[in-house]
């Protein structure tokens, strides 16, 4: 049975099958025409701002204004799917040289950076980063590499192009396929311990985010559900592009997706009172780590021509759990972790009670729209709104507490104010109505 979601009959028939309705009960979040057009105008200004000199900076705080390989990947994702809607010739060019630029740092085994920062003696002295030339490398990534060669071929442009990047994609394909035989057919990183790097090494990178049962870690290597639907992505993208160019290499790597798919979906899917839904991870024993997170929904993000590494018949259940209240609440967001799921992070940066991340909610929402579920999308990527308008700016994330949003602060450190994938997020889904509105201007005067 071909095991893709591509078409409303069969979306609807998996909707029937459900026993609780996955809409109707919440309204979309609004914002006038003239807020959304403005706020849309200021996130644009904003990535012209962190996208310039061959780099996309993490955000508008000097704090982050150097690289970041996930950030960069994710942050030309929006930007690409939002030039379908604007035409934006000088954000396209711009966004493209980053992309094509931060390859420069590939490492020597394949692997794209978590981190890269001009020298300075100040940071040189943590244990955090190691020189590479003129740079500060951090390589604590599990994710950067498959985002990597996801998002690239969105800007390759002409054959030429595309000849000129293939070592480097061959070469980060080779990283994935040697971690993957390392780690037990899993994509997975180990505690980093030793050199004072990332403990946790997937989006949720801070220190406690994994532990789930007790204050202790599960044994490494980890195995976290969304990293595989990545791999599982950038090997059907690059199988495809390499069906007349190497077909050995495309047969290779498209039965390497296949098998992954197959173990993914006998490993990864457990059932609880409220019904099927994905491990956030497998620890090194090859056991479950059952927290209740966001992470499964980021799956559907990782979807491909229609299909996703989650098996059709599996992914009503999961859009139905990440629908539920246990996770999306409409003047928010996606929580990072479930209402009842208990987490270990007194400060509540990535997990804890109601911590929301924005470009969370975007990805999910752009894998339901993609996948068939376009009402459920369509309410999840607006559910920010309200958030990045009681802030005034684009946030990293914030916390639902007493009725109030409040912001990252243990102290020492908050979050960002303006966070670049928070505003690519935003300029991709307030562009999808604005776009919207455009074309039922031009057929209301008769244009075509």
Same mark, same amino acid.
């Given at each position: 049975?071909?095991d893709k979601i591509n078409n409303v009959v069969m979306v609807e028939g998996d909707r029937q099958a459900l026993s609780d309705p996955l809409y109707d009960a919440i309204e979309p979040?609004?914002?006038?025409?003239?807020?959304?057009?403005? &706020?849309?105008?200021?996130?644009?200004?904003?990535?012209?701002?962190?996208?310039?000199?061959?780099?996309?900076?993490?955000?508008?705080?000097?704090?982050?204004?150097?690289?970041?390989?996930?950030?960069?990947?994710?942050? @030309?994702? /929006?930007?690409?799917? +939002?030039?379908?809607? /604007?035409?934006?010739?000088?954000?396209?060019?711009?966004?493209?040289?980053?992309?094509?630029?931060?390859?420069? #740092?590939?490492?020597?085994?394949?692997?794209?950076?978590?981190?890269?920062?001009?020298?300075?003696?100040?940071?040189?002295?943590?244990?955090? #980063? #190691?020189?590479?030339?003129?740079?500060?490398?951090?390589?604590?990534?599990?994710?950067?590499?498959?985002?990597?060669?996801?998002?690239?071929?969105? /800007?390759?442009?002409?054959?030429?192009?595309?000849?000129?990047?293939?070592?480097?994609?061959?070469?980060?394909?080779?990283?994935?396929?040697?971690?993957?035989?390392?780690?037990?057919?899993?994509?997975?990183?180990?505690?980093?311990?030793?050199?004072?790097?990332?403990?946790?090494?997937?989006?949720?990178?801070?220190?406690?985010?994994?532990?789930?049962?007790?204050?202790?870690?599960?044994?490494?290597?980890?195995?976290?559900?969304?990293?595989?639907?990545y791999a599982w992505k950038a090997l059907r993208v690059w199988s495809d592009i390499f069906v007349q160019r190497d077909p050995q290499r495309s047969k290779d790597l498209r039965e390497?997706?296949?098998?992954?798919?197959?173990?993914?979906?006998?490993? /990864?899917?457990?059932?609880?009172?409220?019904? &099927?839904?994905?491990?956030?991870?497998?620890?090194?024993?090859?056991?479950?780590?059952?927290?209740? @997170?966001?992470?499964?929904?980021?799956?559907?993000?990782?979807?491909?021509?229609?299909?996703?590494?989650?098996?059709?018949?599996?992914?009503?259940?999961?859009?139905?759990?990440?629908?539920?209240?246990?996770?999306?609440?409409?003047?928010?967001?996606?929580?990072?972790?479930?209402?009842?799921?208990?987490?270990?992070?007194?400060?509540? #940066?990535?997990?804890?009670?109601?911590?929301?991340?924005?470009?969370?909610?975007?990805?999910?929402?752009?894998?339901?729209?993609?996948?068939?579920?376009?009402?459920?999308?369509?309410?999840?990527?607006?559910?920010?709104?309200?958030?990045?308008?009681?802030?005034? @700016?684009?946030?990293?994330?914030?916390?639902?507490?007493?009725?109030?949003?409040?912001?990252?602060?243990?102290?020492?450190?908050?979050?960002?104010?303006?966070? +670049?994938? +928070?505003?690519?997020?935003?300029?991709?889904?307030?562009?999808?109505?604005?776009?919207? @509105?455009?074309?039922?201007? &031009?057929?209301?005067?008769?244009?075509?």
């Amino acid at each position: 049975m071909d095991d893709k979601i591509n078409n409303v009959v069969m979306v609807e028939g998996d909707r029937q099958a459900l026993s609780d309705p996955l809409y109707d009960a919440i309204e979309p979040v609004q914002m006038t025409p003239e807020e959304l057009f403005d &706020l849309n105008s200021q996130a644009r200004s904003h990535l012209l701002n962190v996208i310039n000199e061959g780099s996309i900076f993490a955000s508008e705080d000097p704090r982050f204004h150097h690289k970041f390989g996930r950030d960069t990947f994710i942050n @030309s994702y /929006f930007i690409a799917e +939002t030039v379908r809607y /604007f035409p934006d010739p000088e954000l396209w060019h711009r966004t493209k040289r980053a992309v094509l630029n931060f390859w420069e #740092y590939q490492l020597s085994n394949g692997q794209a950076p978590h981190e890269i920062k001009p020298f300075n003696k100040k940071d040189a002295r943590k244990r955090f #980063y #190691y020189r590479n030339g003129d740079n500060l490398v951090n390589d604590d990534s599990v994710d950067a590499t498959s985002l990597a060669l996801i998002v690239t071929p969105m /800007f390759i442009e002409t054959e030429e192009e595309l000849e000129q990047f293939i070592p480097k994609a061959n070469r980060a394909l080779d990283w994935i396929i040697q971690n993957m035989e390392t780690y037990n057919g899993w994509l997975s990183y180990k505690y980093n311990h030793k050199n004072g790097g990332l403990t946790n090494q997937g989006w949720m990178d801070s220190k406690d985010s994994i532990k789930w049962r007790s204050n202790r870690f599960p044994p490494d290597p980890i195995s976290l559900v969304e990293v595989q639907a990545y791999a599982w992505k950038a090997l059907r993208v690059w199988s495809d592009i390499f069906v007349q160019r190497d077909p050995q290499r495309s047969k290779d790597l498209r039965e390497k997706a296949d098998d992954l798919k197959r173990r993914f979906n006998e490993k /990864f899917i457990f059932e609880d009172e409220r019904g &099927l839904y994905l491990a956030h991870g497998l620890d090194g024993a090859g056991s479950q780590i059952r927290s209740i @997170s966001i992470n499964p929904g980021l799956c559907l993000w990782g979807n491909y021509k229609g299909e996703s590494i989650i098996k059709s018949e599996f992914i009503p259940f999961i859009v139905r759990r990440i629908m539920s209240g246990e996770f999306f609440d409409e003047t928010a967001g996606i929580r990072t972790f479930g209402k009842d799921q208990r987490t270990f992070d007194k400060e509540a #940066y990535h997990s804890g009670k109601d911590v929301f991340w924005p470009v969370t909610s975007y990805m999910i929402a752009d894998g339901l729209i993609k996948l068939g579920f376009v009402q459920e999308g369509e309410k999840v990527r607006r559910a920010p709104r309200t958030a990045i308008k009681f802030f005034g @700016s684009f946030i990293e994330q914030f916390r639902r507490r007493n009725g109030l949003y409040v912001l990252f602060n243990n102290g020492r450190e908050e979050s960002c104010r303006d966070q +670049t994938w +928070t505003t690519a997020g935003f300029y991709w889904e307030s562009s999808m109505d604005l776009g919207l @509105s455009k074309e039922k201007v &031009l057929v209301s005067n008769g244009s075509s």
